[in-house]
């Protein structure tokens, strides 16, 4: 069935430093790819979002790029800050018509000062 | 603007006791709605999901059931909670099945 596989946290990186979080999926036809961010005691909000293949979805300095040859939709951001310190999930659309969504198991991502 | 409530907000209950939990969006009509859990450190397991009122379709089978009695009203309920039960409720709409998900603010259930 459908799945997503994202890379296990915690990350903990200093601020200023690159984010890379790994999200690969498999899944049957062309689903939708978006990552989304929770904040302790929060409920989830997206982050950005990729209809199709080769398309980059971005936003507040994260990006990612639906890869469908390599079936990825890593996450990238320049330079982090301790504000970005989340736990971020990976999530792709299943092409079912009920619009269900499968989630990765997220991804804690540590800043520090 | 749409907007998704959640109430309560955080909730302590005693194992068999009855849970009703409820939800309700704001600014749109006929939404899609879901119900997630969330355990400690852990994904997100869809629940149920709705796509009008009286249709639920349940993902799971478990100890909770929902009801959709209004078109923006999405209630999670259980006869009697286990401690399994306990963990963070989430609840989503999206406008159509073919856009992303919006989350509300979540519940937070301990079951003691």
């Known amino acids: 069935g459908d799945s997503v596989t994202q890379m296990e946290g915690p990350v903990t990186l200093s601020e200023e430093a690159f984010l890379t979080i790994n999200c690969t999926y498999t899944?049957?036809?062309?689903?939708?790819l978006f990552w989304y961010v929770q904040y302790p005691g929060e409920g989830l909000q997206l982050l950005l979002k990729?209809?199709?293949?080769?398309d980059k979805g971005s936003n507040k300095g994260f990006e990612a790029t639906y890869r469908k040859e390599t079936t990825s939709f890593h996450l990238e951001k320049g330079s982090v800050q301790v504000s970005d310190s989340a736990v971020y999930f990976c999530?792709?659309?299943?092409?079912?018509?009920?619009?269900?969504?499968?989630f990765g198991a997220g991804t804690q991502v540590v800043v520090t000062p | 603007s749409q907007t998704i409530h959640q109430w309560p907000a955080t909730l302590v209950q005693p194992v068999g006791s009855p849970l009703s939990l409820e939800c309700t969006v704001e600014?749109?009509?006929?939404?899609?709605l879901y119900w997630y859990r969330q355990a400690a450190g852990r994904g997100l397991q869809l629940l149920f999901y709705?796509?009008?009122?009286?249709?639920i379709s349940s993902e799971v089978p478990q100890n909770l059931s929902a009801s959709r009695p209004q078109d923006r009203q999405f209630i999670l309920s259980s006869k009697k909670l286990l401690l399994s039960d306990s963990g963070f409720y989430l609840c989503?709409?999206?406008?159509?099945?073919?856009?992303?998900?919006?989350f509300g603010p979540g519940t937070r259930l301990t079951v003691t």
């Open positions: 989503a709409w999206s406008p159509s099945p073919r856009n992303e998900q919006y």
């Open positions: 899944a049957t036809g062309y689903p939708s």
């Open positions: 990729a209809t199709k293949a080769d």
């Open positions: 999530a792709l659309r299943l092409t079912d018509s009920w619009g269900k969504f499968q």
């Open positions: 600014g749109t009509s006929n939404p899609n």
């Open positions: 709705s796509v009008g009122i009286g249709q």
